[in-house]
């Protein structure tokens, strides 16, 4: 058997993995792109700002570690074209030259690569100009040079999304002065803006400029002598023109699928663009698999659509992987479970914020709330900030929101909303879950149960027209 991996990232290397876990006699080959396989890009942010101290630390696993599992590498090979009819790839090999390999299995892992907002000025800046997209290594060493060779004496960032908040603490941590611009009315918009504007304060808290409701219309160059390289005009809620001048310029606004290799092979695509696979990461195409931020997602709560995140590519791969050797498993499904930190504080979610649900069919109530970590009484405890969304006609827990201090577990918190609505929990029956207690690490009634208990004492006083509890 002739597998062969396009990608070698999260989803190309789980396959691979899986691959060679259930048949060490497949022949197992991943094309790479770049000369980095199996780099954790989440990590990113925490080499820019020291924490990592070198950049091959980013690495799950060395590319001696993977060659011993069997697998073959194929670095610094670009894939060109997918011959569906005869099974081959046609890739172009590091010193230029063109090359057919034959497969009998075919896992497209592409990923997803940095989108270009429509603003003024990106098409023709880039790093040497100290503007900057930021998604994969090669980006990395292209800000770690500007960092480095040109000294930036200030940064903007637009984007205000997890990557964006990241890299404004790295670069703070790095003593520079950093601005960040995000159009949307609060930061971190995929929680609610109430929470949103908890990790607004603690950008601020920590110096960090924020200007939320505000759109980057164009960024340039600014004329000799100016005391910066880059000039950003935004314009705020009210249209009223903002300006600021830096030197380094990092453009964070998501990412989309990379899919034109499928798609010219004749794939199917989807939601944003997105490969159509099926929950056996099938696609249309005879004998090609795909997985991870290329294809569609499974959500559990909301069916198809496009969520990209490293644990679900993960998870996606090592279906790919399995089923290419004849499996039969299927991807379970995301709930989009999401965790960030900012200085010393965490945001996290999981399922479906009210908005999402009500879109979704559902009748959804979100009650906010509050709960101490750990016993009060014994020292160090700090506030959980919450967000309960259920339905309010069954009772089903749809999805839930924290924030709260570095050292209020808020990760594995909300891994407990995240098993309870995986499995089909009513907000009810979180209450019921047996989990550990003592006092300097939590108390009798977990804070997550406590939220679930807010929730159901509130709904059962509301009527029947939807209300949303602040």
């Given at each position: 058997?002739?597998l062969?991996?396009i990608g070698?990232?999260d989803?190309?290397?789980s ?5 060679r876990?259930l048949?060490d ?6 094309v790479?792109?770049?000369?980095y ?14 924490e ?5 630390d980013l690495a799950?696993r060395?590319t001696a570690?993977?060659e ?16 569906v009819?005869?099974r ?8 230029g030259?063109?090359?057919?390999i034959g497969?009998?299995?075919?896992i ?5 690569c940095s989108?270009?907002?429509p603003?003024?000025?990106l098409?023709t800046?880039g790093?040497g100009?100290?503007v900057?997209?930021l998604?994969?290594?090669g ?8 960092l480095e060779?040109?000294a930036?004496?200030?940064t ?6 997890y990557?964006?908040?990241?890299m404004?603490?790295a670069l703070?941590a790095r003593g520079l002065p950093?601005?960040q611009l995000e159009?949307?009315p609060?930061v971190?918009?995929t929680v ?14 920590h110096?960090v400029e924020?200007?939320a409701?505000t759109a980057v ?6 004329e000799?002598?100016s005391p910066a390289r880059l000039?950003v005009?935004?314009?705020d809620?009210g249209g009223?023109?903002?300006?600021r001048?830096?030197?380094l310029?990092?453009v964070v606004?998501g990412?989309?699928?990379d899919?034109?290799?499928a798609a010219?092979a004749?794939a199917?695509l989807g ?8 929950r056996?990461?099938r ?7 795909a997985?991870?931020d290329?294809v569609v997602?499974h959500h559990?709560?909301?069916g198809e ?6 644990t ?6 090592r279906?790919?992987?399995e089923?290419?050797l004849g499996g039969?498993?299927?991807f379970?499904?995301?709930?989009g479970?999401?965790?960030v ?6 945001a ?8 999402e ?5 559902f009748d959804?109530v979100?009650i906010?709330?509050?709960a101490d ?9 700090h506030?959980?900030?919450m967000?309960v ?7 089903k827990l749809l999805g ?5 201090h ?5 990760a ?5 909303a995240a ?16 989990l550990?207690?003592t006092p300097p690490?939590g108390?009798p ?5 406590m939220?679930a208990q807010?929730w159901?004492r509130?709904v059962s006083?509301l009527g029947?027209a939807?209300?949303t509890g602040?």
């Amino acid at each position: 058997m002739h597998l062969l991996m396009i990608g070698g990232s999260d989803a190309g290397i789980s396959a691979a993995l899986r691959a060679r876990e259930l048949d060490d006699s497949a022949d197992v080959t991943v094309v790479v792109a770049d000369a980095y396989p199996n780099f954790s890009i989440c990590g990113i942010p925490y080499y820019v700002s020291g924490e990592v101290t070198h950049w091959r630390d980013l690495a799950h696993r060395t590319t001696a570690d993977l060659e011993a599992t069997g697998m073959g590498l194929r670095l610094d090979t670009t894939a060109r074209r997918i011959d569906v009819g005869g099974r081959k790839l046609l890739v172009t090999s590091p010193d230029g030259t063109e090359e057919l390999i034959g497969y009998d299995k075919l896992i497209v892992g592409t990923g997803a690569c940095s989108a270009r907002p429509p603003i003024g000025g990106l098409a023709t800046l880039g790093p040497g100009d100290g503007v900057h997209l930021l998604h994969s290594m090669g980006d990395t060493f292209a800000v770690m040079r500007t960092l480095e060779q040109a000294a930036p004496a200030s940064t903007v960032i637009i984007g205000a999304g997890y990557i964006g908040l990241e890299m404004a603490e790295a670069l703070t941590a790095r003593g520079l002065p950093v601005t960040q611009l995000e159009q949307l009315p609060e930061v971190l918009p995929t929680v609610d803006p109430g929470l949103g504007a908890l990790v607004h304060e603690e950008l601020a808290s920590h110096g960090v400029e924020v200007l939320a409701g505000t759109a980057v219309r164009r960024v340039s160059k600014t004329e000799p002598g100016s005391p910066a390289r880059l000039r950003v005009d935004a314009a705020d809620a009210g249209g009223q023109q903002v300006t600021r001048l830096a030197d380094l310029a990092l453009v964070v606004t998501g990412v989309r699928p990379d899919t034109e290799l499928a798609a010219a092979a004749g794939a199917a695509l989807g939601v944003r663009g997105a490969i159509v696979v099926d929950r056996r990461m099938r696609t249309g195409l005879p004998d090609v698999l795909a997985a991870g931020d290329c294809v569609v997602t499974h959500h559990r709560l909301l069916g198809e659509t496009y969520l990209p995140l490293g644990t679900t590519a993960h998870k996606q791969g090592r279906v790919a992987g399995e089923n290419a050797l004849g499996g039969d498993r299927e991807f379970a499904g995301s709930l989009g479970t999401q965790v960030v930190k900012v200085f010393d504080q965490v945001a996290a979610r999981t399922g479906l914020r009210d908005h999402e649900a009500a879109a979704a069919g559902f009748d959804p109530v979100t009650i906010g709330s509050g709960a101490d970590d750990h016993k009060a009484y014994y020292p160090g405890s700090h506030r959980i900030t919450m967000r309960v969304t259920g339905d309010r006609a069954t009772g089903k827990l749809l999805g839930m929101q924290l924030f709260g201090h570095r050292h209020a577990e808020v990760a594995k918190r909300i891994d407990i909303a995240a098993t309870a609505i995986f499995h089909g929990m009513t907000v009810d029956e979180v209450s019921d879950l047996d989990l550990a207690y003592t006092p300097p690490l939590g108390s009798p009634w977990e804070a997550v149960q406590m939220g679930a208990q807010s929730w159901a004492r509130l709904v059962s006083t509301l009527g029947p027209a939807g209300a949303t509890g602040d």
